[in-house]
């Protein structure tokens, strides 16, 4: 039997194992990692991560080909295939600091593997690298090697958080990098007869390994680019009175363009396009080419843009203050179906509130209360934020200034405005009127993720701000502040 071991039991190496599970009965999956409150969450009814059909997918094969383990070194040992599907975050110290990757949690698996195995084995990278790394992966095992063999890999993954299940299960594409060598091609092979269980074989892309590793932090760049390009018309609407989802709707309408990823919003979040682009815009500087830098650099500046911009309408137009003012923050997680917060757009906009001495009540249907207030107390690192959006000092977060409620409408209740950061599916079906009634008046509602019927709303009485919609006369008379 082939056995897998992945090396990081995160929001990839979970899901991704656990399908390669079910659609592999003949291989035995381990999944190992160093947390052992994530190793125990796997092995429970509550796992670590919120994903639409997750659970049912690991039911199934949990105890059969599946296991879940923090016994790190035996199943790299017994693995014949070694992902590696650790974290790699940006550098927040030293040379490269607030940009490129930090591989200190890859270099040390490497040197786990290289300690730990006694046969040969094909070295997958899974996690997110800098283009290169699978050479630096390599100088490290063979220097250790004792005449064993490895291959290695990059095998990027693509899925994205609260549809990883279904993005696994139907990929658009696999992408296999591995060295022109004949034992390069073989292991290759080896990796794509695996996917071969369930992806059609056109879908499985094979490239040399650098062009692997580019290749994903090109798609995030494309992706994010996207978004920043669509929030970039979002102002220009706001300032000529045209509607942003109509463009969108209109330009995505040319088949070259598409419809897709055109959503103008409070800004993406999420763990890698940031981190991503960072690391892309480092590794351009590093090979001398600073105006490739500077062009992908825009697209984070536009991001920072887009939430300061959202910031500052909504305390110019609740006359210039929110001090005092209780504002209802309905979604904190980046995105709606999942409960991760990391880079949520959130973090920023509560602060920039928070700066300005709201008092917020914040609802997610997934984040807990600890999370909201680690999250609002860290210290994010501060590539080139705007003043406003850098960490408010210790004594401005905390508990006193955020309550977290698991009710909409409690945290709506007496509050000034609303602010929609996640566009969770309940908040479009929220009774506005009832809301409505139960606030201050006047009532604001700030729209980040374009949910709502803006006219409804006017006609109950909201104020009401949609990214890239009209604006309301009331605040298209304030400056605009951004
Ligand atoms: N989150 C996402 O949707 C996607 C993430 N990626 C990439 O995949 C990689 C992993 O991302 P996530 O799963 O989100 O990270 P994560 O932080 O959820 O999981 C990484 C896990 O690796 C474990 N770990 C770190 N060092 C270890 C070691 N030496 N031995 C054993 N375990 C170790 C950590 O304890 C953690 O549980 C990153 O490079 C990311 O850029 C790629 C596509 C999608
Ligand atoms: O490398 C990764 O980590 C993954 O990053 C993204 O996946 P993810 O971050 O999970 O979620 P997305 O759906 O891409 O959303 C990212 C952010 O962009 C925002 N977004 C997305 C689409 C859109 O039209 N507008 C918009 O503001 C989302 O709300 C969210 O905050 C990519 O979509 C995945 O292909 C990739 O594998």
Request: charged share 25%; with cysteine.
């Amino acid at each position: 039997m082939v056995k897998i071991c992945c090396i990081g039991a995160g929001y990839v190496g979970g899901p991704t194992m656990a399908i390669i599970a079910l659609k592999c009965p003949s291989i035995e999956v381990a999944v190992v990692d160093i947390s052992v409150s994530r190793i125990s969450a796997w092995n429970s009814d509550q796992l670590p991560i919120y994903e639409p059909g997750l659970d049912e997918v690991v039911k199934q094969c949990r105890g059969k080909n599946l296991f879940f383990s923090t016994d790190v070194e035996k199943h790299v040992y017994e693995a014949d295939i070694v992902f590696v599907s650790v974290n790699t975050p940006t550098k927040t110290r030293g040379l490269g600091a607030g940009k490129a990757a930090d591989l200190t949690y890859w270099e040390s698996a490497a040197r786990m593997i290289a300690d730990v195995s006694k046969s040969d084995k094909i070295v997958v990278e899974k996690s997110t690298v800098p283009v290169k790394t699978a050479e630096a992966i390599e100088k490290i095992l063979t220097h250790n090697s004792k005449g064993i063999k490895y291959q290695i890999l990059s095998n990027p993954e693509f899925l994205a958080e609260g549809t990883a299940i279904q993005d696994l299960l139907k990929p658009d594409r696999v992408l296999i990098g591995g060295r022109e060598t004949s034992a390069g091609s073989k292991a290759v092979q080896t990796l794509k007869e695996v996917y071969a269980h369930w992806v059609p074989e056109d879908r499985i892309l094979t490239t040399n390994l650098w062009s692997a590793e580019l290749s994903k932090l090109a798609a995030n760049a494309f992706l994010a680019q996207r978004i920043s390009s669509v929030n970039a018309m979002s102002a220009l609407c706001e300032a000529t009175g045209a509607d942003v989802s109509q463009v969108s709707f209109a330009v995505g309408k040319d088949s070259r363009i598409g419809p897709k990823f055109l959503n103008a919003s409070v800004g993406f979040g999420g763990s890698c396009f940031q981190k991503d682009i960072l690391n892309l815009v480092y590794i351009c500087e590093c090979n001398g080419l600073p105006e490739v830098a500077e062009y992908w650099k825009q697209v984070i500046k536009i991001n920072d843009y887009q939430k300061s911009r959202f910031v500052n309408r909504i305390v110019s137009s609740m006359f210039n203050t929110v001090a005092n003012k209780k504002i209802a923050i309905l979604g904190f997680a980046f995105k709606k179906d999942t409960g991760d917060t990391r880079e949520t757009p959130a973090i920023d906009v509560c602060k920039g509130l928070i700066g300005d001495k709201a008092q917020l009540s914040i609802y997610d249907p997934q984040v807990t209360e600890d999370q909201i207030e680690r999250d609002l107390s860290m210290n994010k690192f501060d590539w080139d934020h705007p003043v406003h959006l850098q960490p408010a000092s210790p004594s401005t977060t905390g508990g006193k200034k955020v309550q977290v409620v698991w009710d909409a409408y409690e945290a709506a209740k007496d509050a000034h405005g609303i602010c929609i950061l996640t566009e969770w599916d309940e908040f479009r079906k929220l009774d506005f009127q009832k809301i409505y009634e139960s606030m201050q008046k006047p009532a604001f509602i700030f729209d980040g993720r374009s949910i709502i019927d803006v006219n409804k709303l006017r006609k109950i009485g909201f104020i009401v701000y949609s990214i890239g919609k009209p604006l309301d006369t009331w605040i298209k008379d304030l400056p605009a502040a951004a």
